[in-house]
């Protein structure tokens, strides 16, 4: 039986009270888009990691960067189109090459190559993006309406124990380097496999201290505890964290305990929170199944993560580092390099100030560079660099 319902006054009251809510909130979330898109027009939001070198490397055509024109749209987490509407400012490209080069002795070429990627990519977009290699650069290629573009080491297995490669990865441009992969090296034990050394070695802590003498960011995701603690008591300048999260919220090796947290204000360091599902989402870490039934993390599970280590180390001492194109795919939320302002929105919606905004997007990146870059200057007034080896740190025969 059809039955034909009439709309009385009460109904159309309770109709225009819901589209008048909807409404409401349709304009309260305009309104922290509109928020997080003003600070992000503004500074230049930094993300500490991007895998696109990697990417082009193992793209249909490898290594070869014309074809894998980021002017188009691309297959993965990244392009121009993306990076503008995500507000990207200032982007660190992982130039990675995995632990595994050195049982074949090829780290350093790899490792080469890999920078020589990463600057065709920036020098055949020039309009676009930048090279960055000071804090002064970064406003600079803001300022030009560019994506100032910097490089980070992921591994310091690349150096292969040598000082002077580290000098010459500088030379090329590096501003950061993550002291390990997820294997051990001689002089450092890694996040993933069991401790051998309890940290940093004497050639280890000599790698820190060269770090700081060059400028160079001491990167500490990817290490085992002991080694960020190694770090913290050696370093002079502040260290980063350029993929990472909360160990707190999402037990996983490579997130951050908070000892380590605790520890971030005195040295003045930052830990730039990561995307990567399994290091979010404890569902996710825990998940032994299937690809197709893998839980997903979303871009609350970053708030979380992002305002625990604000309620642990400090305003002053969380940054983004997604992991793009490192990763098979993004938090939903977060599905790519375009949607930064969403979570910059979300932040806003819980509360967040227009200052504390920026200083998660680029304040407290800029402070640390600011102080690594001086730092540097005092110790290059203060001595030579080290020729120190890790056969006569370490004993070890040659």
Known sequence: ????????PAMAVLSALVLGLAAAD???????LEIAKRVLS?????????????AIRNADAPRDVRAYDISRPT??????ARLRAGGV??????VYVPASVMEDGGGARMQLEQIDIARQIISDHREDLGLALTAADVMDQFHRGKIASMLGMEGGHA????????????ALGVRYMTLTHSANLPWADSCC????????????????????????????SHVSPGSMHDALDVAEAPVIFSHSSARAVTDHPRNVPDDVLRRLPENGGAVMVTFVESFVNQDVTNYVGPPEGRPRATLADVVAHIEHI???????HVAIGGDFDGIDRGPVGLEDVSTYPALFAELSRRGWTESELRALAADNLLRVMRAAEATARRLQAERDPSMATIEELDGLVP
């Open 193 to 220: 496999e069991l401790p051998e050394l309890g940290g940093l070695s004497a050639f280890g802590e000599e790698v820190v201290r060269e770090m700081n003498w060059l400028g160079m960011l001491v990167d500490i």
């Open 89 to 94: 400012g200032a982007q660190f490209w992982s």
């Open 1 to 8: 039986m059809l039955r034909i319902l009439t709309r009385t």
């Open 26 to 32: 349709a304009r309260a979330q305009d309104e922290h």
């Open 42 to 54: 503004s500074a230049p939001l930094f993300d500490g990691h991007n895998d696109l070198p990697w």
């Open 75 to 80: 297959p993965g987490h990244t392009d121009l």
């Open 310 to 316: 604000r309620d642990v180390a400090g305003i002053d």
């Open 159 to 170: 150096i292969e124990n040598s000082l002077g490669a580290l000098r010459a990865f500088y």
